[in-house]
């Protein structure tokens, strides 16, 4: 059974550093490996999706990073911002389009 | 494009009784989700649609949950009856089917989802 494990659960930095928010999971057969965000009240949006057969995806100032054979992906923030602030959730592709989900990172960044 | 609908964005109820959830997926996504988010946990998949197909309802529980996907757009989760640990946020989720395995998975998009809180 796929098990996706986010630590730390919350971390707190001041604005402008750079930071990378740790996953791992434990089956390493996955199709792909997603990045959400999630502010509060709100859904999940999509941030960064890394197919099995990829190394790592860029977004503006995000970078995913993935590697199957250690059973880990991390998300790396450059010049972070308030506007940063929220939980940030990884999620695990299985079979049949079975999406895993940690339990996420509550991220705040400090002006 | 217009992103995944649901309603009610909240909802309360006492023990026992029974309450239901709505969501529209994005057009032409032909799969869709149902996850449960307890506070302070990533979302749990509860049911999965493929048009109106069943894909997986593993982690549903089925003597007091329903679901159902009609005609393959909209869908409806129900509970009955409620008990207090259904306290969560019910998410729905809708995304494409990837026709060719070569391009990869489409990602997820997630509506704002509905707060139930059962007392």
């Known amino acids: 059974k796929q098990e996706v494990t986010q630590i730390p659960a919350a971390l707190s930095v001041p604005e402008g550093e750079n930071l990378v928010l740790n996953c791992s999971f434990t089956d390493s057969a996955i199709y792909n490996l997603q990045w959400f965000r999630q502010d509060p009240g709100k859904g999940l949006t999509s941030l960064l999706l890394?197919?099995?057969?990829?190394r790592e995806q860029t977004s503006g100032r995000l970078n995913a990073s993935l590697d199957k054979s250690s059973g880990r992906s991390t998300l790396y923030i450059a010049a972070s911002q308030p506007g940063d602030s929220a939980t940030y959730l990884c999620?695990?592709?299985?079979?049949?389009?079975?999406?895993?989900f940690g339990q996420g990172t509550r991220l705040t960044i400090n002006p | 494009e217009a992103g995944v609908a649901q309603s009610p964005r909240y909802k309360i109820i006492e023990k026992r009784q029974s309450v239901a959830f709505w969501c529209n997926p994005i057009?032409?996504?032909?799969?869709l989700y149902w996850y449960q988010q307890i506070l302070g946990q990533g979302p749990k998949l509860l049911i999965q649609f493929q048009n109106n197909g069943v894909v997986d309802d593993s982690q549903l529980p089925k003597d007091r949950f329903s679901a159902e996907r009609l005609k393959g757009v909209d869908s409806t989760l129900k509970i009955q009856p409620a008990k207090l640990e259904d306290s969560a946020v019910y998410l729905c989720?809708?995304?494409?089917?990837?026709?060719?395995?070569?391009?990869?998975?489409?990602?997820?998009?997630f509506g704002n989802g509905t707060r139930l809180t059962v007392t």
């Open positions: 999620a695990a592709r299985e079979r049949a389009q079975k999406l895993v």
């Open positions: 890394i197919q099995s057969s990829q």
């Open positions: 989720a809708s995304s494409l089917v990837a026709r060719d395995r070569r391009r990869g998975d489409s990602p997820l998009h």
């Open positions: 057009s032409g996504h032909a799969t």
